[in-house]
């Protein structure tokens, strides 16, 4: 048996996403973002919905061996590389490519196994100043990579933007110039652009793109509603109402007391909480649709339940449906509402609750 809540996954959706992430690339190859189990929506459901993306990137060695074991022939961008000889030797026998960003993992390629060469992407720190060399090291790392019988030359070439989601031209096209600057003259195709990126700035299409949040249906810019880029929503959380309380007006609702109603009204109970993966910190007034009609949050949301008002007037029973984000609630708001990104709302629905692919 399982509770009321869960998230409805819709692979039309995804796949729809990935189509308006090609028409965007203009011809450049799609890596599909499906780090952190998907955005917490299923790395294995992901990978089938969005196969027809050129590759599949993900952070960690559990992520690309899950991917191999299940069939996948797609290339496997690991994103952080690898960090021992045994992680090295898993990367070359299943064929994934590397993405590396520190002095010791080109050592660990000098000693790799010359008879399985693997496909290495040089990290440029073209100002996020997180992974990566530096611009004036770039041409030094690719000469001694292509001096390594373990590394398929000539490596591929790879920054990430700090400031695209911010549409912020200047910083973004100085992460641009810094990163031509650092490559030119060197062999290998190019990643820039992430969702924002692609969606916004041009000049950071390059050879490859990544896309990764806007494949869930999400805006990837601050203050920006899917909708607008013709996104449609991956993931629907939705529970139902367990209780229904009539309550007079003063009464104060949830731990701590800290929300009283003004007026006499209708509270339902919705079966959802940070257990879930829920919000703790969404504040009274943060929206949720019951039966498709939006209404308010109210105190403090507990570890497997949250309450709203439903009205006065209101119709709702026990048993009624509620959506928490989704379909015609979109993340970015409640995001905003909880003072967070739509990211963490993802990644972080917790595994009890069911994922249902439709």
């Not at 869930?216 to 607008?228: H, I, K, L, N, W």
């Not at 949830?254 to 007026?263: H, V």
Request: proline letters at 6%; hydrophobic letters at 45%.
């Amino acid at each position: 048996m399982t509770g009321a809540a869960h998230a409805r996954i819709s692979l039309t959706a995804w796949r729809q996403n990935l189509a308006v992430a090609r028409r965007a690339a203009r011809g450049a190859r799609v890596m599909a973002a499906i780090k952190a189990d998907a955005y917490g929506h299923g790395l294995i459901a992901a990978a089938r919905a969005l196969s027809g993306a050129d590759a599949f990137a993900v952070a960690r060695m559990d992520e690309a061996v899950a991917l191999r074991n299940a069939g996948f022939a797609h290339r496997v961008v690991l994103l952080e590389g690898v960090f021992s000889a045994e992680q090295m030797q898993a990367a070359q026998s299943r064929r994934l490519d590397l993405v590396i960003h520190d002095p010791a993992q080109l050592e660990l390629l000098e000693y790799a196994d010359p008879r399985r060469p693997v496909t290495v992407w040089i990290k440029v720190d073209s100002g996020m100043h997180r992974l990566g060399f530096l611009p004036e090291e770039v041409a030094e790392v690719a000469e001694r990579l292509q001096g390594m019988r373990a590394v398929a030359v000539p490596p591929a070439l790879i920054t990430h933007l700090a400031n695209a989601d911010a549409r912020d031209e200047a910083v973004t096209a100085a992460q641009v110039a810094a990163f031509d600057r650092a490559t030119s003259g060197l062999p290998g195709p190019r990643s820039i652009a992430n969702s924002a990126g692609l969606l916004w700035y041009e000049d950071s299409l390059a050879d490859w793109v990544r896309p990764g949040i806007m494949l869930y249906g999400v805006s990837p810019f601050v203050g920006g509603r899917a909708d607008e880029q013709g996104l449609q929503p991956v993931m629907t959380l939705t529970s139902e109402l367990i209780a229904v309380k009539h309550l007079r007006a003063g009464d104060p609702v949830g731990y701590g007391g800290t929300w009283c109603l003004p007026d006499d009204s209708r509270i339902g109970v919705v079966a959802i909480g940070y257990g879930d993966g829920y919000p703790r910190h969404a504040p009274s007034g943060t929206p949720v649709l019951v039966n498709g009609q939006r209404a308010p949050l109210v105190g403090r949301v507990s570890m497997d339940m949250l309450s709203v008002d439903l009205g006065p007037q209101s119709e709702a029973r026990t048993g009624d449906p509620v959506t928490l984000w989704g379909e015609g609630l979109a993340v970015e708001e409640i995001a905003e509402q909880a003072g967070t990104i739509a990211y963490e709302l993802l990644c972080c629905v917790t595994s009890r609750v069911p994922r249902i692919y439709t």
